[in-house]
């Protein structure tokens, strides 16, 4: 695992659009895989800037974001859709049908599983997929468990999931219980991965996955199996990191 440890969160942002950027311009027809929430948005904006330098360019790229909350209309402020959308996709050249997220609406959501799996398939498999951590340790939405899901499928979300992001909905009631969630073999199917991470309260989070053991009680510590894995958090996410 390679490991950086960051001044701040801008210049993790910028690490990580680098790297990001770096894939696509080796490969411009890279297969991106691509994660929501508040710890990727630093990284949105500065490939959003690169894009409109002409540093990058996104017109062949297919991309697959990790997630969905079930449903939550796509127009939900609070979908990840509309997240993408206003962080990312409505800034660059992605062409439309190359953007794929999950379908919390769907109505078989067994189908939509499948499906989700079958086009990420058919594109050649993720080339670089990018990673948040719960504070329990998730990734994507695959929660902490005895089990863990293989491939995309529905999840019901922990107290500690909907308690973490109720700040992105008015009222806590109001977060979505279950989510579809691209699987364990899914993300590590990708040929590199970069996690990211800021902040104190996801420090122990990271202690755990960095920690030699891998448990299905951190879904995320799985990682450490993967060959190509990079780690860019800043200095208080990555404070109680013990082994390097
Ligand atoms: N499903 C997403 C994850 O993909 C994300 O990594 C995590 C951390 O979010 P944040 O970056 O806002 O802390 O939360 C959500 O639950």
Redesign the pocket.
Known sequence: MRIYIEENYETMSKKAALMVASQIILNPKSVLGL??????VGMYHELVAMFKRGEVDFSEVITFN??EYYGLPKEHESSYYRYMMDNFFSYVNVPEHHMHIPNGMGENVVKECLEYEEKIRIAGGIDLQI?????NG????NEPADKLNVTTHLVRLTEK?IN??SRFFEREEDVPKE?L?VGIATIMKAKKIVLLASGRN?AEAIREMTSGYVNTQVPASILQTHSEITLIVDKEAGALIEAI
């Not at 998730?138 to 939405?141: M, V």
């Open positions: 994660a929501t929430g508040s710890t990727p990790l997630d990673l948040g951590i719960g504070s998730h990734i994507g939405f999931t973490d992001n989510a969630s996801k």
